[in-house]
């Protein structure tokens, strides 16, 4: 956990610098290939740095930090509890195809867990498919929300110096 947490510090520090001037004493223009890959490392961190290299007046990027690890945290919360599921149905259709073969009973003929015992083999193997299938869009829900912030870290990096101001004259 240290070692995380040193990491973040690490990549934090120097997504967060200041850009030094160049020779013609210009600040170098927000890196679009930066904000990307700093959210491709740390989910957000994208979000943060192209937040940081806003004009006073437009920052607005740091509260879409809490937003992705919510959905990043809640899909992948639901591929671990898919998984286990599915997992427990199939020792359990398992547990009661070893038991059908006619071997000694080892627990009196009791199923593997005594919570699915209202369910039948061909309900423990809807309930597996059922499992299997969520963990499945599970993991392409974890894909898509990756992928999601990465985009938007990428389109909000094109925007920092868009200027929005009221005189829009070609002048």
């Known amino acids: 956990m240290k070692r995380l947490v040193f990491f973040f510090l690490l990549i934090s520090s120097s997504a967060f610098a200041e850009d030094t001037l160049s020779v013609n004493d210009t600040v170098a223009p927000h890196s679009i290939r930066r904000a990307i890959l700093y959210s491709a490392v740390v989910p957000g961190a994208g979000q943060v740095y192209n937040h940081l290299a806003m004009p006073k007046g437009k920052k607005k990027a740091f ?31 398992n547990y009661r195809q070893y038991l059908s073969y006619g071997p000694e009973c080892l627990d009196n003929g009791h199923p593997y867990n005594a919570d699915l015992a209202v369910y039948d083999d061909a309900g423990i193997l809807t309930l597996y498919n059922q499992y299997l299938d969520w963990r499945d869009l599970s993991i392409l829900a974890v894909g898509a929300f990756y992928l999601l912030q990465l985009v938007d870290a990428g389109v909000e990096a094109h925007f920092v110096n868009f200027d929005v101001s009221e005189d829009l004259s070609l002048t």
């Open 63 to 93: 509260w879409k930090v809490p937003l992705i690890y919510a959905a990043l945290g809640t899909s992948t919360y639901f591929l671990i509890r898919n998984e286990q599921q599915q997992k427990r149905f199939k020792q359990e259709y």
